[in-house]
């Protein structure tokens, strides 16, 4: 038995090794479509990308017809280079960087020469491609954008590159990926499938029909179209109101979660992100270091919240029953907490229970509240740990989870980061006190505010922010239809609401109300500071509101930041009015008043105050002009030969009753109010 082993186990293995081979060279002809082989060419249908619908079934994009010339290296023959050139409008060098590009990537695959012909290109390469052995006209479809708005939303398709098509094999050299936006999240959805056919050729090269007769072409699948939640009027009218600024406007729908606007500025037109000149102009906007039009300032822009932040505070002092909503504080223009210590406050001053503290923003009132929070329990890391946990319920220091690619998770602290910047211990409730009022460690988005509105709004519950409504032929994810409660009890949010409501009647935007629509909201004054040269400079506060309406059945809540504006009732609060206006009331605005003053407003000379990483004095101009006048004061005085500067010492002398003498001679000095030195 073990003699036979040995033979047995070559005669085993033979034969497997020759079944192997039967199957590979006669039945199976994967390998063969796959390979480099000559007389297979292997074409690529490319689909249309699915259209993309606002909430009310308006076009946003489409698809226009694109033309790429596709080169196979091995194959070109007899080329008239100049010829060539000519044709396509490009040098001889570029075409023969382009070839050598084109050989690196493979000389027997075909690879992009020329993208995205313009129709007169396509015109007059088509009528002599019989010509140009090697090279082919491949079709594609590029985005067609029926608005000039949501560049941020959308996001864009460009060529694929090395990195992405060793992670997805999918792709081949020249196809289109989305790219931000919701061309990158629904990329799948969007891009539909290729189809692909394989022709068989001659030993001339010439096309001689579908190999084994089509059997393993595919069609192509169109893209799926999409609806977004997105209303397309109220994010122009966003856009247009923030001309000229900078910052974030998110709208959102409080009993869904469903994104109603997602304004970043400055923006820039989608369509120029299409065609021949993407690539120019992406360079362009990427290089923009200073308005950083393509930085989405809604999603990933982090800011100290500033007063909307007292909400929260409020709502877990009310939660861990350390006040109510008759709790009273008094506010002397600020709060002394500690030695040496003053939070300022310009509410006015006076006793303040919750509902005035809210409607006038009192520093005082707040910093009271967050100081019995954290103090209740036995150590102040307890406190910030159960204060952190509860704003963490809101969705608040994490990522949202929406559906869009960028994001940023802010900064709730808690008394591990505390514990970090103090490592011998000694920090407690006032040493980190700038939380309440939405200063110190505390960072949110634009969304997360606008989020922290719709869950105010719900009295205690959100469903997480989400730009998709529809997807045809399938249903949307999951987690955007499933609720989240936070810790906070739904009786506790009526006194907080009740206080933001009258904000608009008594309080800092009374000057903002708009008839036959209860609003409910809160300004905010968010200190901004940048490092110029390694300095930390402040400049010009950020100018905060949120808000959300109608009072009852709240129908949106929303969030807007604009950047170095001051005040909240400034720029943030009007903006806010008219975008809640323009959602419920559709095409009427009642506040012409505001919108004119929205529309024309600039922000542009605060930007401009910082200048190629140099802080420009806001007063500098008046300097200039003093010390220019105090040069002139010195110069000679042309009708009566005296200085100024001599006249003006004169004119002081005089008024002090000083006398004087030449001064090289003996000289009495006195005033008035003594007598003069009779001696000699």
Not at 88 to 93: F, M
Not at 656 to 678: I, S
Request: charged fraction near 25%; glycine fraction near 8%; aromatic fraction near 10%.
């Amino acid at each position: 038995m073990r003699k036979l082993f040995l033979p047995g186990f070559i005669v085993v293995t033979a034969l497997v090794l020759i079944a192997r081979l039967f199957y590979l060279q006669i039945l199976d002809d994967s390998y063969i479509k796959k390979s480099d082989n000559n007389a297979i060419k292997i074409v690529y249908d490319y689909p249309e990308r699915g259209y993309v619908y606002d909430r009310h079934g308006k076009l946003l994009v489409a698809n226009q017809p694109s033309y790429d010339i596709m080169v196979i290296p091995k194959e070109i023959k007899n080329l008239d280079t100049l010829e060539f050139c000519s044709i396509l409008n490009v040098t001889k060098e570029d075409f023969i960087k382009k070839i050598e590009k084109a050989k690196v990537y493979s000389p027997r695959l075909p690879s992009v020469f020329l993208a995205q012909l313009n129709k007169n290109e396509y015109a007059a390469f088509q009528e002599k491609i019989r010509k140009y052995e090697g090279f082919y006209i491949q079709k594609r479809s590029l985005r067609d954008y029926q608005v000039n708005v949501g560049a941020n939303v959308f996001g864009y398709i460009t060529q694929v590159n090395d990195a992405i098509i060793a992670k997805h094999p999918y792709y081949k050299s020249g196809d289109l990926i989305g790219m931000q936006g919701v061309e990158q999240t629904y990329e799948e959805v969007l891009r539909g499938v290729k189809g692909v056919k394989y022709r068989q050729r001659d030993r001339f090269n010439k096309d001689i029909g579908p190999y084994k007769e089509g059997i393993y072409d595919t069609i192509a699948v169109q893209g799926k179209d999409i609806t977004l939640t997105l209303d397309a009027e109220l994010q122009a009218y966003g856009e247009a109101l923030m001309k000229n600024k900078r910052g974030g406007i998110v709208a959102i729908e409080p009993k869904t979660g469903e994104i109603l606007a997602l304004v970043t500025a400055p923006s820039y037109d989608p369509s120029i992100l299409v065609g021949r000149e993407r690539s120019k102009n992406y360079t362009a906007l990427y290089n923009d270091s200073i308005a950083m039009p393509l930085f989405d300032r809604g999603l990933l822009a982090e800011y100290p919240p500033g007063s909307p932040f007292k909400i929260l505070t409020a709502l877990v002092a009310l939660q861990e029953d350390v006040i109510d909503e008759n709790t009273q504080f008094v506010c002397n223009h600020g709060w002394s907490y500690g030695r040496g210590s003053f939070m300022k406050c310009h509410c006015g001053g006076g006793v303040r229970n919750l509902n005035v503290g809210i409607y006038k923003s009192c520093n005082a009132y707040f910093g009271n509240v967050y100081k019995l929070t954290i103090d209740k329990f036995q150590k102040p890391r307890y406190g910030v740990n159960a204060w952190s946990g509860h704003l963490k319920s809101f969705g608040l220091g994490n990522f949202m989870g929406y559906d869009l690619p960028p994001g940023r998770k802010g900064h709730i602290p808690t008394s591990n980061y505390y514990d970090r910047w103090y490592p011998n211990g000694g920090w407690r409730s006032t040493t980190i006190i700038s939380n309440s009022i939405g200063q110190g460690e505390v960072l949110m988005t634009p969304i997360q505010l606008a989020n922290m509105m719709a869950t105010v709004a719900n009295e205690g519950y959100y469903y997480t922010p989400h730009i998709i409504k529809k997807i045809k032929g399938q249903q949307i994810d999951k987690k955007f239809r499933t609720k989240h409660i936070t810790t906070i009890d739904k009786q506790y949010f009526t006194p907080i609401k009740n206080g933001l409501f009258d904000v608009f009647n008594h309080g800092t935007a009374a000057g903002m109300r708009v008839e036959g629509i209860e609003i409910c909201g809160k300004t905010g004054t968010a200190e901004n500071f940048t490092k110029i040269n390694g300095k930390r400079v402040q400049l010009q506060d950020h100018s905060v509101f949120v808000a959300f309406a109608p009072r009852h059945d709240p129908k949106i809540a929303i969030a807007v930041l604009v950047e170095n504006g001051h005040y909240g009732a400034t720029w943030a609060a009007p903006i806010s009015s008219l975008m809640i206006e323009k959602y419920i009331k559709k095409d009427t605005i009642t506040r012409v008043d505001l919108e004119r003053r929205m529309m024309e407003g600039s922000l542009q000379s605060e930007y401009d105050k910082v200048i190629n990483g140099f802080y420009v004095d806001p007063n500098w101009e008046k300097k200039e002009e003093a010390k220019t006048k105090a040069k002139e004061e010195i110069k000679t005085d042309t009708k009566s030969g005296t200085k100024k500067e001599e006249k003006k010492e004169s004119q002081q002398k005089n008024n002090a009753n000083v006398k004087t003498t030449d001064p090289n001679k003996k000289t009495t000095v006195t005033n008035k109010k003594t007598e003069p030195n009779k001696n000699p």
